[in-house]
């Protein structure tokens, strides 16, 4: 299985993104593990069914290990919940609350299961997905901090807007097909 799959859910007027999952589905920057759990991360973090459905498809195709793609959903979830909290946070001008302990638990990301590295990569993708600026900083750091290349972390946002667009373009199809 394919990429192909999803691509035919995409309009001929998102041509761009079709084009755009092809490519970045043959990415070699980042390894398998990495870019098929950005693209399920990604896929997740939108939550268009049919898009959700066809990347856990291809994902799984590709070879995606079953603790890959509960890690890759953990990341969607867990930023689902941090890019609120921290994008709030920021967004403030009362600083006193991003004094005050979090007091959530996130307990999966010093424990993901799989590579922490790549764990932080669909974080990043997630992030930007969510537009939450100070968890990609927090990412990024991470990532630069342990000699991720700007390459792949690029990689991991490209895969994020594509994805994030390909579920907005598929959702809205699905609406004006009635």
């Not at 290990?65 to 689902?80: F, L, V």
């Not at 994008?87 to 403030?92: D, T």
Request: include cysteine.
């Amino acid at each position: 299985m394919s990429i192909d799959a999803l691509r035919d859910l995409i309009p001929s007027y998102a041509k761009d993104i079709s084009l755009n999952l092809s490519s970045l589905a043959g990415e070699t920057v980042l390894n398998d593990q990495q870019k098929w759990g950005c693209f399920l991360a990604s896929a997740h973090a939108v939550g268009t069914p049919a898009v959700v459905r066809q990347i856990e498809t291809a994902a799984s195709a590709a070879g995606l290990s079953p603790e890959a793609a509960d890690a890759a959903r953990a990341a969607a979830a867990i930023m689902g919940m941090n890019n609120i909290y921290y994008r709030s946070l920021h967004l403030m001008k009362n600083q006193e609350y991003a004094t005050l302990p979090a007091r959530l638990r996130m307990n999966v990301i010093a424990n993901p299961g799989v590579d922490k590295l790549d764990f932080e990569l669909w974080c990043t993708a997630v992030s930007a997905i969510n537009g939450c600026g100070a968890c990609l900083d927090a990412h990024e750091g991470e990532l630069r901090k342990h000699g991720v290349a700007n390459t792949q972390i690029q990689a991991a946002l490209r895969i994020g807007a594509v994805v994030h667009a390909a579920s907005k373009v598929v959702a809205s199809s699905e609406v004006l097909a009635g």
